[in-house]
């Protein structure tokens, strides 16, 4: 057992802590606080994996920008949790059923047909340099240069459809 | 050397806990959330696999994938938003109007 | 070929407006006339107008033609039908007979337009049908810009669309007043007259076609020139049935024996119709055709021979009845017939200037008499309707005296005919305009000198004279018995006593209706100098004499004149004895009964001619036509084939084989099927639809576990 798979293991229980956490939280702001540290943990293992500029935009636009924004959302409307339903009695048990074969089933699919060597390799110290992130920016701006531009576009209107969305009162009484 | 089967049933296992996260719960933050970790699960995939081939397309695609989150994140929060405004309430299990 | 390129002074360009200047006036007041509202007034100025442009252009075209040395001219106005060998276009042609033709319909036709304008404005408040009046000119316009076409087309089938298109005016005006009979009763009897008049032209038209046809296969073509080029060369048997064919044409427009018997009928029609189309301009269609085709029929003396025999024939028959009749209206359009005969016999004596120059002043005093005819009605219906006036206005006033208003109110509930003769009398000193007309109009019928019938009638007695005695005598004892009715006409119309009250109160007619009038008695008195049998005053034999190849130019016979003078003469003077000396008192039979007995009966009722042609045509058409209805095609075909047959095999098929089987058993069964087995599925699915979007996730994680699970276990 190398020191990479006990990292592995430890981030692992870690990152699926954090989400069940998330997931079973009565209250919305510890859920939004375990899913901030999962999307850190998630980071480590991009820099695990040699990906240090995704792992670098994970942390500022995912456990940054959007989770302050939920956490924002969460505090502004006040809800942090929800009184119990009787409604759906089956639907716990029935998820619960569910994900457990899911879960069974992909790791079963994902075991049955791995290959050998197929594995990760460390990064090593030229996966951080700036070659790295030079030769990644070539190819964002070269080949997919398009696929670039409009995602540009899509926060541009995703922007202009959250104002309208939440401004459409004012813009109804003028 | 990790297999990278490894973090493959890592991404499994984070997805299945999202899906089920949309599943139990009423509260549309949380199901939100969960939608969000689901994403990551796949972003893990993809970064593994990336690694794996020693091609960067793998992780352009996660930047995209970033990238569009964060834009379904604000118009699916100002929705939030929005619907709580009109029904003072954001139990998902109200919004049932499209009842057969 | 074309003389239109060679010769180019004048005015031929307008020859187009011969049609479009009616065809204007008519569009004018069918589009316009409902939207702006236009008065009666209007209406009549402006189908007037149309009509007086027409005469404008025709006396501009005949100046034309007279200043181009006779000329004759084509004016090509459009391509009409080019297939094969066929090559017919809309071609005007103008030469002396066609321009002396247009003058005469756009002349006469306008005067009666503007007499119309009068009388239709009192005969629509008669018939209390105010908002028929427009109609009444845009046929009249209409009936223009056919006989235009027909008169100026320069082929056979261009002179029978005009043909066709006078016929179609003559029956729309025949049935103006369709809903009704000629007393304004409730009834079928106008339209029927005017069905009368079209089947029989169709019967006449019918000849005219094979003519066509049988020009077009012997002599290749429909144009005048070319026809009469290429029937030079061609077999005479051919030329003969050309002719006669085109007699039957001639006497079914022309009202010829055995054809006439529409004539009579068309009295129904507004009296100004009566004028125009049924004494002035249409019926002389005919007329023109023959001479038209003059170079045809003097290659087959024998067809000439057998047109003035039926001529002649005519105006003797139609001369007889015309005595025995009562009805003011029927006594002209025999006299009509009668003179259209003393036309046809002149050109089929190959008299062609004779008989155009009859057919002139024929229209000159014909529509004179017919209008004036529509003065005295009017007038009589107007004394009627001044009655009857009176009588409710004196009612409620004189409540006491009821004996002699009973009496009046018998006079008046009975069905007044205001064109009956023996009604009339005495008018007159009621309507003395009318009076001096309808004697000047009777004077030129009759032929006595100087009026222009004398001149006319004198030169066809004179060229039948000389080539056929048969045919001269039997024009001449015509002419007597014209002279005899006319006489017996006015002694009954406006002398003696008013045999009845509406007579006494008749009243004179308006300007408007005097004046034309006038003009056309002017016209009748000095019409025959067109044509004086004197050297240097045949004008109307040399201006014919530029189109037509041959004319004779008689001088004065003394003794053919001279007889009929005589004749005209004595037969007035019987009739002044018979019915001037002692005027005829009410409910008094008529004094030529007693001595002619049957005679008279068969002259009353026109020889049973009528009735003939039901016994022998009619009555047999119809029980045949009974038969195939009822028997054939009702018993046989429709009870037996139809519904024995063919619907009982058909019901066997479908009830037993597609009904029962197919149907119900088979697409019935599975389509019930169908519908219950949706309703029981969605009614057990629209439970999913809960609402819970919650459920659906759970759906969509199902099915990606299935999903899996099938990819695992696949």
Not at chain 2, 85 to 97: A, G, V
Not at chain 3, 403 to 431: A, V, Y
Not at chain 3, 647 to 673: C, M, P, R, V
Request: charged fraction near 15%; proline fraction near 3%; glycine fraction near 8%.
């Amino acid at each position: 057992m190398t020191s990479e798979l006990i990292v592995f293991l430890v981030l692992s229980l870690v990152a699926i802590a954090a989400a069940l956490g998330m997931v079973f939280s009565r209250n919305a702001v510890y859920s939004a606080l375990f899913l901030v540290l999962n999307f850190t943990t998630v980071a480590v293992f991009y820099l695990l994996l040699g990906a240090p500029f995704i792992a670098m935009s994970q942390i500022t636009v995912y456990a940054g920008a959007i989770m302050v924004l939920f956490l924002f959302v969460i505090m502004l409307l006040g809800v942090d949790s929800l009184a119990p339903s009787k409604s759906l009695p089956w639907q716990k048990p029935l998820a619960f059923s569910l994900a457990f074969i899911l879960v069974v089933e992909s790791v079963y699919l994902l075991i049955s047909r791995a290959q050998p060597n197929m594995v990760v390799t460390a990064p090593d110290i030229a996966v951080n340099s700036m070659d790295n992130l030079r030769e990644m920016a070539m190819t964002m701006f070269n080949q997919f240069l398009l696929p670039f531009e409009v995602t540009s576009v899509l926060l541009l209107v995703a922007m202009v459809g959250a104002i309208v969305l939440t401004n459409r009162e004012k813009v109804g009484r003028k | 050397m990790v297999p990278v089967d490894y973090y493959i049933i890592l991404s499994a296992i984070l997805f299945t806990i999202g899906a089920m996260g949309v599943l139990i719960r009423r509260n549309p933050l949380i199901i939100f959330m969960s939608i969000e970790l689901m994403l990551n699960a796949g972003n893990l995939a993809f970064v593994a696999f990336s690694n794996m081939y020693k091609s960067f397309n793998g992780q352009i695609f996660v930047f995209f994938v970033i990238a569009v989150a964060a834009a379904e994140v604000a118009v699916g929060l100002a929705l939030i938003v929005e619907i709580f405004k009109t029904k003072k309430n954001i139990n998902i299990d109200e919004m049932n109007s499209l009842k057969g | 070929m074309h003389l239109s390129e060679t010769v180019t002074s004048g005015f031929f360009f307008l020859a187009p407006w011969l049609v479009f200047a009616p065809l204007t006036g008519l569009l004018i007041n069918l589009i316009f006339g409902k939207w702006f509202k236009f008065s009666e007034k209007m209406v009549g100025t402006v189908a007037s107008l149309a009509s007086g442009a027409a005469f404008v252009v025709s006396v501009l075209l005949a100046y034309s033609v007279s200043i181009n040395h006779g000329e004759m001219v084509r004016w090509r106005l459009a391509e009409w039908i080019h297939v094969g060998t066929l090559q017919l276009d809309w071609t005007f042609r103008m030469d002396s007979l066609s321009t002396t033709m247009m003058l005469v319909v756009s002349g006469v036709g306008t005067l009666i337009h503007i007499y119309a304008i009068g009388y239709m404005h009192e005969d629509v408040r008669f018939k209390k049908e105010e908002g028929r009046f427009p109609r009444f000119f845009i046929f009249l316009n209409l009936f223009i810009a056919a006989m235009m076409i027909l008169v100026s087309g320069d082929s056979y089938m261009m002179l029978f669309v005009g043909w066709e298109g006078v016929g179609l005016c003559s029956f729309l005006l025949i049935g103006f007043w369709y809903e009704m009979d000629t007393l304004a009763r409730p009834s079928w009897a106008n339209s029927n007259a005017a069905k009368k008049a079209f089947i029989t032209n169709r019967v006449g038209d019918f000849g005219f076609l094979i003519a066509g046809f049988l020009m077009f296969w012997y002599l290749g073509s429909f144009q005048f020139d070319q026809v009469f080029e290429a029937a030079k060369s061609a077999p005479p048997e051919i030329i003969v049935a050309i002719t006669l064919f085109m007699l039957v044409g001639v006497a079914g427009k022309s009202a010829q024996i055995p054809l006439y018997i529409w004539l009579p009928d068309a009295m129904a029609g507004p009296t100004p119709v009566s004028a125009l189309i049924h004494a002035a301009t249409m019926v002389t269609a005919g007329v023109y055709l023959v001479t038209r085709s003059a170079e045809i029929y003097t290659l087959v003396p024998q067809a000439q021979y057998i047109v003035a025999m039926v001529g002649a024939g005519t105006a003797l028959f139609a001369a007889t009845i015309a005595v025995g009749q009562y009805d003011i209206k029927k006594v002209l359009a025999y006299s009509t017939i009668s003179q259209l005969g003393f036309m046809v016999a002149a050109v089929g004596m190959g008299a062609y200037v004779a008989g155009m120059f009859h057919l002139i002043t024929h229209a000159f005093f014909k529509a004179l008499l017919f209008l004036s005819a529509g003065s005295v009605i009017l007038g009589m219906e107007r004394g009627h309707h001044h009655l009857a006036h009176a009588h409710h206005e004196s009612k409620p006033a004189k409540g006491k005296k009821s004996s002699k208003e009973t009496h009046d109110d018998s006079h008046h509930d009975e069905i007044f005919d205001p064109g009956d003769m023996r009604n009339m009398g005495g008018l007159r000193k009621t309507m003395p305009v009318t009076f001096w007309l309808y004697i000047i109009g009777t004077l030129a019928l009759a032929g006595i000198f100087p009026f222009a019938g004398f001149w006319s009638k004198d030169e066809i007695l004179l060229d039948a004279s000389l080539h056929f005695t048969s045919i001269y005598w039997q024009l001449t004892l015509a002419a007597f018995l014209t002279a005899f009715y006319m006489g017996r006409q006015i002694w009954m119309v406006f002398f003696g006593e008013p045999r009845h009250a509406a007579a006494a109160h008749a009243e004179e007619s308006p300007k408007v209706m005097t004046v034309p009038l006038m003009v056309l008695a002017a016209l009748s008195i000095l019409g025959g100098a067109l044509n004086l049998p004197f050297e240097g005053f045949h004008n109307l034999g040399h201006w014919l004499g530029y189109t037509l190849a041959e004319v004779e130019s008689l001088p004065l016979d003394l003794k053919v004149a001279g007889i009929s003078t005589v004749l005209a003469l004595a037969a007035i003077l019987t009739s002044w004895l018979l019915y001037g000396r002692n005027p005829l008192k009410a409910g008094q039979i008529d004094p030529l009964k007693r001595p002619l007995g049957f005679i008279f009966t068969g002259m009353e009722n026109k020889w049973f001619v009528d009735e003939g042609y039901f016994a022998i045509i009619i009555n047999p058409f119809k029980k045949l036509s009974q038969f195939l209805a009822d028997v054939i095609d009702w018993q046989f075909w429709h009870d037996f084939v139809h519904d024995t047959v063919i619907l009982g095999t058909y019901n066997w098929l479908s009830e037993i084989a597609l009904d029962h089987y197919a149907d119900q058993k088979g697409i019935d069964a599975f389509a019930n099927w169908l519908g219950t087995a949706t309703q029981s599925v969605s009614a057990t699915l629209r439970k999913i639809q809960n609402g819970f979007v919650r459920s659906y996730a759970l759906s969509v994680m199902l099915g990606v576990v299935l999903i899996l699970g099938y990819l695992i276990f696949k």
